[in-house]
């Protein structure tokens, strides 16, 4: 876990996390949805915020209504399509170093849209089934987690 939630990179007043990884590795749905947007296009990135609009992501909209977000995924690695229902552990796409970024990761944000439907939106933490799929935590910031299960 390469930045947690408020990390001091650019997750001010966000509850985002990012994960370190290769580029090319396969990013799987959180949770079930329907993909609601889907960017690919992009090939081009850099450590300032004036590269975000170059970041290729899924959007998968919940039942609860929270929408999971994954960004910087590689140029034409996504794996699903607008109006797709998705499974839990499903692959979505294929993670990149696009858009606002330092190095190949994987950013996830959830959050809640604005009711008034402007930009603004209500950020959460999500819980994440860790080690032999038993335990239920928040991931934090410099710690290393593996799936077992």
Known sequence: MYQGYNGTFSHQNENSLDFTMPEGTEIVAAREGLVIDVVQSNNKSCPTRSCASFGNYVSILHSDGTIAQYF??????????????VTKSQL????????????PHLHFVTYLPSATGDKNRITVKTLFRTGDGKKVEFLEEKKLYLKGY
Not at 73 to 83: D, F, P, Y
Not at 92 to 103: D, E, F, M, P, Y
């Open 92 to 103: 979505i796409a294929l993670s990149g170093n696009t858009g606002w970024s330092k190095g």
């Open 72 to 85: 910087h995924l590689q140029q034409n690695g996504a794996k699903v399509n607008i109006g797709d229902t």
